[in-house]
């Protein structure tokens, strides 16, 4: 079993950045790819980012793409998005999870942490 904690999330200001930080422990060796995903209040879930755990191979979502940066240092079993240029729409939830095979389930996710962007 894998167990992740975000932190990290908080209030910011439209055009500000904040860096989330996703610790995993456990059984970290099973993790392939680990993604950071949003649900703002009456909305489905969506994924933000995404990176193998090997910290190769990103995918961001249209509306983050040059805004933020998903990264992983494996060392520290740490993962990282950094986003900058917050907007008001980015208000949500963030969650780590993580994937032990591709096109699998996500199988591991962490608490929430809250993002609020103020206009």
């Known amino acids: 079993q894998v167990q992740l904690v975000e932190s990290g999330g908080g209030l910011v200001q439209a055009g500000g950045s904040l860096r989330l930080s996703c610790a995993a422990s456990g059984r970290t060796v099973s993790l392939y790819t680990m993604a950071w995903f949003r649900q703002a209040p009456g909305k489905e879930r969506e994924c933000v980012g995404r990176?193998?755990?090997?910290?190769?191979?990103?995918y961001y979502v249209d509306s983050v793409k040059g805004r933020f940066t998903i990264s992983s240092d494996n060392a520290k079993n740490m993962v990282y998005l950094q986003m900058n240029s917050l907007k008001p729409e980015d208000t949500a939830v963030y969650y780590c999870?993580?994937?032990?095979?591709?096109?699998?389930?996500?199988?591991?996710w962490g608490q929430g942490t809250q993002v609020t962007v103020s206009s």
């Open positions: 990176i193998r755990w090997s910290g190769v191979g990103t």
């Open positions: 999870a993580g994937q032990e095979m591709p096109g699998s389930v996500w199988k591991y």
